[in-house]
């Protein structure tokens, strides 16, 4: 039975059309074959006697992935039922229709049929594509790697429903830690394409698995940048430099299974690094502006209570952010928001929300302010919680 998933179908492999399918296989994979020169192993190099075999076998089940009335992939899925894990090997968009999301969509339209538990599957190593989309599914690497030759090496991934998610608290630490230690990085002559990719990586280093706010794990600006308020369905990192002295604002993401972490902070670049206690910071505008975030923290937690309603927070610190002479930049106009289990599924320190602070287990506070004409933005975010009626930072 076809099953629809989105853009796609899932289409199952006719014996008459195996031909069709390992013609696509070789066209597929025949660039990665050319760069990583892998003739033991890449499916480019197998005959089709090869898949004719795997067509056979009664646990594999091969799928045309359809969209645009065309075959644009397919899929094999290797289903033993017999406790084992099941398998994904391998999985292809053809060249021409790749970078449409048509992957991720397959993989969702098998988990559909099979289920999403008990999974396995490997990848190349080098091939960082793969890797964030494997693990924004919820695979997580075994730890295994094997070394194919000089060029290239297979990492192993496995998905599990039934393993225990992160602890909120441990998810927050995940981006606390690795805007600790990204403030060890940086450096003048850095690129914030690199900035990203490192907090990525470090972030699944301690154990996130995928990033909650539109796959993106951090989201980095510099210099005149730090005043942009965009959502993250258009945001792209900028190809800026860091300079000897600039300013970053930096906006983590990390997730865990359903469990988010949010955390911001504004780091200051002096000398070439970054500045490690905000007393060194000599540009006084920038030092006001950091100085400013911590002053607005501190009012929140003097003057929130559990009765308090979003919208009456909203008013209160956005009447205190213009009083102490900066502005509001967040593109809503709000000040946070709940800590939740889906995106869609958060509410706001915005105006017209009357439902109460304590309504929610946790909530962000992260003002995003300028001052009025000025070149440059500052932000500083932490999840805040009740406990007892005491407001305590998670």
Same mark, same amino acid.
């Given at each position: 039975?076809?099953?629809?998933?989105?853009?796609i179908?899932?289409?199952?492999?006719?014996?008459?059309?195996?031909?069709?399918?390992?013609?696509?296989?070789?066209?597929?994979?025949?660039?990665?074959?050319?760069?990583?020169?892998?003739?033991?192993?890449?499916?480019?190099?197998?005959?089709?006697?090869?898949?004719?075999?795997?067509?056979?076998?009664?646990?594999?089940?091969?799928?045309?992935?359809?969209?645009?009335?065309?075959?644009?992939?397919?899929?094999?899925?290797?289903?033993?039922?017999?406790?084992?894990?099941?398998?994904?090997?391998?999985?292809?968009?053809?060249?021409?229709?790749?970078?449409?999301?048509?992957?991720?969509?397959?993989?969702?339209?098998?988990?559909?049929?099979?289920?999403?538990?008990?999974?396995?599957?490997?990848?190349?190593?080098?091939?960082?594509?793969?890797?964030?989309?494997?693990?924004?599914?919820?695979?997580?690497?075994?730890?295994?790697?094997?070394?194919?030759?000089?060029?290239?090496?297979?990492?192993?991934?496995?998905?599990?429903?039934?393993?225990?998610?992160?602890?909120?608290? *441990?998810?927050?630490?995940?981006?606390?830690?690795?805007?600790k230690?990204?403030?060890?990085?940086?450096?003048?002559?850095?690129?914030?394409?690199?900035?990203?990719?490192?907090?990525?990586?470090?972030?699944?280093?301690?154990?996130?698995?995928?990033?909650?706010?539109?796959?993106?794990?951090?989201?980095?600006f510099?210099?005149?940048?730090?005043?942009?308020?965009?959502?993250?369905?258009?945001?792209?990192?900028?190809?800026?430099i860091?300079?000897?002295?600039?300013?970053?604002?930096?906006?983590?993401?990390?997730?865990?299974?359903?469990?988010?972490?949010?955390?911001?902070?504004?780091?200051?670049?002096?000398?070439?690094?970054?500045?490690?206690?905000?007393?060194e910071?000599? +540009?006084?505008?920038?030092?006001?502006?950091?100085?400013?975030?911590?002053?607005?923290?501190?009012?929140?937690?003097?003057?929130?209570?559990?009765?308090?309603?979003?919208?009456?927070?909203?008013?209160?610190?956005? *009447?205190?952010?213009?009083?102490?002479?900066?502005? +509001?930049?967040?593109?809503?106009?709000?000040?946070?928001?709940?800590?939740?289990?889906?995106?869609?599924?958060?509410?706001?320190?915005?105006?017209?929300?009357?439902?109460?602070?304590?309504?929610?287990?946790?909530?962000t506070?992260?003002?995003?302010?300028?001052?009025?004409?000025?070149r440059?933005?500052?932000?500083?975010?932490?999840?805040?919680?009740?406990?007892?009626?005491?407001?305590?930072?998670?």
């Amino acid at each position: 039975m076809d099953k629809l998933s989105k853009n796609i179908v899932l289409k199952p492999v006719e014996r008459t059309e195996i031909e069709t399918l390992w013609k696509m296989q070789v066209a597929a994979f025949s660039g990665l074959l050319e760069k990583y020169r892998d003739y033991d192993t890449s499916p480019a190099a197998e005959g089709i006697g090869k898949v004719s075999e795997r067509y056979e076998q009664p646990w594999t089940t091969y799928f045309f992935i359809v969209a645009e009335d065309k075959k644009v992939g397919a899929v094999r899925v290797v289903d033993k039922k017999d406790g084992s894990r099941k398998r994904i090997s391998p999985l292809w968009i053809m060249p021409e229709y790749r970078n449409k999301g048509y992957a991720q969509q397959a993989m969702l339209a098998v988990e559909e049929i099979y289920g999403s538990d008990h999974w396995c599957l490997d990848t190349i190593l080098q091939e960082e594509g793969n890797l964030h989309l494997y693990e924004k599914l919820g695979y997580r690497r075994t730890g295994t790697v094997d070394r194919i030759n000089d060029r290239m090496d297979i990492v192993y991934f496995e998905k599990d429903l039934g393993g225990e998610s992160m602890e909120y608290s *441990e998810v927050q630490r995940i981006a606390r830690n690795t805007i600790k230690y990204i403030k060890g990085e940086i450096h003048s002559g850095m690129a914030l394409t690199e900035v990203r990719r490192l907090c990525e990586e470090k972030m699944y280093e301690l154990g996130a698995d995928s990033f909650w706010y539109y796959d993106i794990g951090a989201f980095v600006f510099s210099g005149d940048e730090t005043t942009v308020s965009v959502s993250g369905r258009e945001y792209i990192t900028s190809d800026r430099i860091i300079a000897a002295d600039d300013i970053l604002t930096i906006d983590m993401s990390p997730q865990s299974g359903d469990t988010w972490g949010d955390y911001a902070r504004t780091i200051i670049i002096q000398n070439g690094k970054a500045v490690q206690s905000d007393d060194e910071i000599m +540009n006084p505008e920038w030092r006001a502006g950091v100085e400013m975030e911590k002053k607005l923290h501190k009012r929140m937690r003097s003057i929130v209570n559990p009765e308090m309603t979003f919208e009456e927070l909203y008013v209160q610190m956005n *009447e205190f952010i213009l009083e102490e002479g900066f502005i +509001n930049l967040d593109f809503l106009g709000n000040l946070g928001h709940s800590i939740v289990r889906r995106r869609e599924d958060r509410v706001y320190i915005e105006k017209g929300n009357h439902a109460k602070l304590s309504d929610v287990d946790y909530f962000t506070f992260e003002p995003h302010i300028s001052v009025r004409g000025s070149r440059y933005g500052y932000k500083r975010e932490n999840i805040y919680f009740f406990d007892q009626g005491i407001l305590k930072e998670l």
